[in-house]
């Protein structure tokens, strides 16, 4: 079943509002992480169930890359003549307070996954060695949430003469990937939900 779509632009208040308290495919690499991240992105879901969205953080970087997202989409399909349909944060079907925010979907099967590292000897590296491993668990929760089988991977720098501003790989969907993923998910949430739970009860 496909996930339901709640619109708002990314970046947006709404769109804050809507991803708040939901484990989100950006962050299912702390998910399963060793105990430091794991423990520390829980804590902060059981804040953002509580107290609502967490306050901005990330400076230049993140104003960077959200700046730099609409460009790559277009550098993308001027090079693959392939339309990237923009939406809103993604609700998994089935499992609640489970969600991702695509960068955009491509036909009926993929999705675009952008990057736009602030230093470009990210997107150097990128260039020689491929998308690094610390994406793969938000690539393959995308293809799982979104119901896709395959998700292209961007790396944007527009500081890089072409072709070289945009590297661009085909990630397939691994399901067997998917399956410990979802396992992992739904523990985790158990977790935040006892945790919310305890402090609501406290007094």
């Known amino acids: 079943m496909p996930p339901r779509f709640l619109e708002a632009e990314q970046g947006s208040d709404l769109w804050k509002e809507h991803r708040a308290g939901h484990a989100t495919a950006s962050r299912f690499a702390d998910i399963l992480a060793g105990k430091g991240q794991r423990e520390a992105y829980l804590w902060d879901l059981v804040g953002e169930r509580l107290a609502g969205p967490s306050r901005d953080a990330g400076g ?96 944007y720098d527009p500081a890089f003469t072409a072709p070289h501003d945009l590297y661009m790989q085909r990630i397939e969907r691994d399901d067997r990937f998917i399956k410990h993923l979802e396992v992992e998910v739904k ?17």
């Not at 949430?189 to 406290?202: F, G, K, M, W, Y």
């Open 60 to 155: 230049m970087a993140k104003a960077w890359g959200h700046e730099s997202e609409d460009l790559a989409r277009r550098a993308y399909t001027i090079r693959t003549g392939n339309l990237v349909q923009q939406v809103g944060f993604a609700v998994h079907s089935k499992i609640r307070w489970c969600g991702a925010s695509s960068d955009g979907l491509v036909g009926a099967d993929g999705f675009v996954e952008i990057k736009s590292p602030f230093n470009s000897g990210i997107h150097a590296r990128t260039l020689a060695l491929g998308m690094p491993g610390m994406h793969d668990a938000q690539l393959q929760g995308n293809a799982w949430i979104l119901e896709r089988q395959w998700g292209m991977f961007l790396s």
């Open 187 to 203: 523990k985790f949430l158990a977790e935040v939900a006892v945790a919310v739970r305890d402090i609501q009860n406290s007094n």
